[in-house]
């Protein structure tokens, strides 16, 4: 009689010299059927060859970024309504506005476009990092889909036009790479979330190039109140596209981590209960 190697308690019943629940047992795992007849094939499938990191510190990072943004284009707005009363004031009744008024609302909107242009810097940077960490996350967790891979997500935002619609493919071939199963339906949500999002970026970042350009060029009142107008809209736009890239990032790393660790139970799934010791006489 031969005992098992693995359990050392039932008798060894393969040419593995393992039980017929041990044997069961590295099926489970990971093992195909041929582990537990004993004949040496190898497995159906590799397991994963290193643990799969995702970047949530980053993700946390970009949107606390994110969320001071959505402050600083509140103040922006706040500043351009202070700027566009101003204007439409002195345009109405130029004596019911004093110079000083004129001065401090001048000096709180160049704090408000100097806020923002430092918001966008580091927000854009931050999230462009995070962007290629999840693109390699992705290819991790889903080898299979290799269409816009990592160097991707770094170069596409540079392309000129192209730029413009590069990273909203890159972000696709995450979304669905991050997803359980990438063949079951939700193409539609995932369409749906990423291109609204996409476009409010581009949009709400356009305006604020436009108005930022008319506001820096106005020499009269009614372009002043103009560009005014301009950077009020823009940050409106930017304000939403903001809550949405929040919603994009939670999402993306909430189904990455979900994912990851599917995987990692997959690949070590707990052995089944050990049946009753059995004495051989």
């Not at 039980?19 to 069961?24: G, N, V």
């Not at 990092?129 to 991707?152: D, I, N, S």
């Not at 170069?155 to 979304?175: S, T």
């Not at 199963?181 to 979330?193: K, L, M, V």
Request: glycine share 8%.
């Amino acid at each position: 009689m031969t005992l098992c190697s693995n359990c050392r308690r039932n008798t060894a019943a393969t040419a593995q010299h393992r039980c017929e629940q041990c044997a069961a047992a590295a099926a489970v795992a990971g093992q195909p059927a041929a582990a537990a007849r004993g004949d040496g094939a190898a497995p159906a499938s590799a397991p994963l060859a290193r643990p799969v990191k995702v970047p949530r510190a980053l993700a946390y990072a970009v949107i606390v970024l994110l969320c001071i943004g959505v402050f600083v284009d509140l103040f922006a707005i706040r500043s351009s309504l202070l700027m566009w009363e101003a204007a439409d004031g002195f345009r109405n009744a130029p004596l019911s506005v004093t110079e000083a008024d004129a001065d401090h609302a001048d000096a709180v909107m160049a704090v408000a476009i100097l806020l923002k242009g430092l918001a966008l810097l580091g927000t854009g940077i931050l999230f462009i990092v995070w962007f290629a960490a999840a693109r390699g996350t992705a290819a991790l967790l889903e080898p299979r889909l290799t269409r816009w891979g990592r160097g991707w997500a770094v170069g596409g935002w540079f392309i000129p036009l192209a730029g413009l619609v590069i990273p909203r493919l890159v972000a696709g071939a995450i979304w669905e790479a991050s997803r359980r199963n990438p063949d079951e339906a939700g193409g539609a949500q995932r369409s749906t979330i990423l291109t609204l999002w996409w476009i409010l970026f581009v949009f709400g970042l356009l305006t604020w190039q436009v108005s930022f350009q008319r506001y820096r060029e106005a020499w009269t009142i009614d372009e002043v109140a103009s560009g005014a107008g301009w950077l009020l809209a823009a940050g409106i736009i930017n304000i939403a596209a903001a809550v949405l890239a929040i919603v994009v990032v939670r999402k993306i790393t909430s189904m990455q981590s979900e994912k990851a660790a599917a995987a990692v139970r997959d690949q070590y799934s707990p052995l089944p209960p050990w049946p009753p010791l059995s004495r051989n006489r």
